[in-house]
Each structure stands twice: as C-alpha cells, then as structure tokens.
C-alpha cells in the first residue's frame, strides 16, 4: 500500500510534535478522524496529562480526549526513536523571536534534525509552526535530505499555517480552512489528502511553501497594523474628547470598506505579537525595510505604557500620587476567558505600574499565580473590603466570566476600562472611565 493509499484510508500513523495549544487540538482532530496518533513533546508532565486522558487545553473537550486514549488512537511519548513508527509527521513547535524581534528558529531546527535521524522513505512531513517564507525549503528540507533521500521521490515535505484562535465558540480545528503548500505537487497532494479527512473545511492549495508561509504572516500582519491603527486613534480620540468605541460602533454600520478593530492596553498571544516580525527579518535579504510593520510594533509596544500614564493622569484628578497607590488589576491573561499568559499586555501593564512604585494586586478567574520576571504574584479575593481599600481598578482583560464588574464599579474608588467591557452597566458611570 503507498503512502497516498494509507492517507486517504486512514491507515496512516501520524506523529505530531509539540503538545501545545496548537497541536493538541490537531491531533485530537486527527485521532478523531480515524488516524492512529502519536504525539512527541520534551515535556513529560504534558506526556504523562495526555496519556492519563487528562486535558489541559481550553479548546479540547475532555471527554473526547479521554475516549481517544482510552481506544488507543490517541497516545505520547519522549521517546523521538518512535518516530521511525509514523507515516506522517507534523511539525508544531514554538517560533519565538527574541528581545530585539529577530527569529528563533532552534525548535524548528532541533526536531528537524530528530525527524531526519528517523526519516524513511514513504513518510509525510509537514511544518506547521508559522516562520518567515523560505523556512520549510532553506531550513527543513536541507537537514532532511542530507540522509540522501530526495523530496517529492523517497519522502513528502508541505507547509501548512497553523490557524487557531483560542476561545473562539465559532470557529476551532475542525472547522477552521486549511492553506497547504508542498515543495512539489506529489508533496501537496499527499498533504491536501491528510487535512481533508481530518477537517470540515476547506483545504486551498498554494504553489509553494513559500506562498503558505507568506498567507500566515499575512495574516497576521493584517491584524497588527489594524490593532495599531485604532491604538493610535483611540490615543488621538482620548486628547479629543471623543468615546472610540461609540466611534468604532458607528463605524462598523457601513455594510462595506471597513472591518471593527478594538483597541486596548496592548497586544498579546503567540501570534500577533510575533509573526509579523518573522517578515521583516527576512524582509532585510531583499533588501526591503517593512516600515510599516515596525511601526504598528512600535505604537502597540507603546500602548502598556499609556494606558499607566492615563491611570496616572486619573489618580492626579482625583489627587492621588502613582508612587505608594495600591492599583488592582483586573485580568492578567492576554484575552478574555483564555487562560494563556504569553505575550500579555497585562504583564507589561503591571511593569509599568512597579516602575512608578505602585503597590500591584490583580484578580483573574483563570490564574490563580504566577511569576513573571522573577517576581510570584498572587490572586487576590474580590472582596468589598480590599476594593474600597484600593486606590484605583484596572481593567485590562475582557473576561465575560468569572468576574462581578457591577460588585467591583460600585465598590472600588473609581475603574479605569481599557477594554470596554463595562459598556453594558448604567449604574456610577461617573465612576468608570475608559481608554
């Protein structure tokens, strides 16, 4: 039977790498659809989770999870020789970048390297991890090929974006289209085949790797310059006088040529804040300077910090001093009802606050503790004594549940809304103010 056969039969063993918030939900999509699912991760709390068919990911039902290992279609391991077990093998590591916003593609190139000491012929590989266009060509494939099987002959190599947005009720793996780009038409056709049975959605191909890269940092450089964007004229509209989100909402009637963005403290998540900046990297080879690109960077980079300069201007009103003001905030995760730390404004909100020497609690439904920079923090209890205790409230995660906004605005001094989650309470509105 080829590989192509095993594919389209649901007879293939498909390996994925990396056990986070991406893959996991992929390869319970994968076991779900009949394929037998090995998952691989260095971690071996996550290993142990798994196989004990205990869920950790918001966007993975726990009853299905436990079904699939209980049937043996779904399992992990730390053990990289089992690879040599997979017909198909999907690459779903972390692609960071570092302090100055250059790539760190070492996971990438780490499970390459583990991939290739286990590559066989007839076997499937597909990078999922988002990365600069040339990454699956320049990067993978070299270190795949140096076993001196050849692509599109002895093996398949494609790449296939990642697309997940954590706490979105509408769309999930399942039903979210797919974009799939193999190095050739044999690589594409293998790929197509394995997301097709997996998913209920459309499965579009592109002529390369490349033009599959490019779509998700397209994509995501979309949602960075307009998230800059209304950070900029929710600035602007501030210094006015002027509510943005009554401006947003107006805006948003027109049944054509525009597209709501909201702003807020910051920008957060393993996508937005990252991936665009994989292009202006690669950008520098072609000799091209994205200014664009480094701009909305830069305007959203700044939001933490005026978010704490308007806080301050509101304790001033109301003659208190920033140094020794005991400020709660309130949502420490990057977005509402996702409990996912990575990238949160909130941390850099909370920075801000420490360096003008404020005395920071916080309260989140989803995070119980935490420690960032070194530094544990600590939930606190809502309770009406510790909000009539504060000196101010800061809103800067949209939870719709978990949280009493109408307990907290009626007893906390005054509630600085960078998220506008308030909007829907009539009750002291002269105490709420809003970014």
Known sequence: MTLYEKIKERKAKVGVIGFGYVCLPLAVEKAKAGYTVLGFDIQPKKVEMVNSGINYIGDVVDEELKDLVKN????????????????????????????????DLSYV????????????????????STTYPGTTEEVVLPL?????????????????????????????????????????????????????NVLDAPVFVVSSPRAAEMTKILENTFRIV???????????????????????E???????????????????????????????????????????????GEINDFMPEYVVQRLQDILNE?????????ILVIGVTYKGDVADLRESPALKVIENLEKKKAEVLYFDPLIESFTHKGKEYKRVNLTKELLENVDG??????????????????????VYDTKNITKDIKESRDKIYLL
């Open 72 to 103: 043996g279609k779904l399992s992990a391991t730390t053990d990289f020789d089992r690879l040599a077990e997979c017909d198909v093998v999907a690459i779903c590591v972390p692609t960071p970048i570092d302090e100055h916003k250059v790539p």
């Open 109 to 128: 190139e780490s499970t390459a390297k583990e991939i290739a000491k286990r590559l066989h012929k007839n076997m499937l590989v597909v990078l999922e």
């Open 144 to 196: 795949l090929e140096e076993t001196g099987l050849k692509v599109g002959k002895d093996f398949y190599l494609a790449f296939s974006p990642e697309r997940v947005d954590p706490g979105n009720r509408r769309y999930k793996t399942k039903n979210t289209p797919k974009v799939v780009g193999g190095v050739t038409e044999e690589c594409t056709k293998h790929a197509k085949a394995l997301y097709e």
């Open 226 to 248: 307009n998230i800059a964007l209304i950070n900029e004229m929710a600035i602007v509209a501030s210094r006015m006088g002027i509510n943005i989100w009554e401006v947003v």
């Open 250 to 296: 107006a805006a948003a009637t027109k049944p054509f040529g525009f597209m709501p963005f909201y702003p807020g403290p910051g920008v957060g998540g393993h996508c937005i804040p990252i991936d665009p900046f994989y292009l202006t990297y690669k950008a520098r080879e072609y000799d091209w300077h994205t200014r664009l690109i480094e701009m909305a």
């Open 318 to 326: 109301r003659k208190k001093a920033m140094n020794g003001a005991k």
């Open 393 to 414: 409230v800061i809103i800067t995660t949209a939870h719709k549940n978990g949280v009493d906004y109408e307990f907290i605005i009626k007893h906390a001094p005054f």
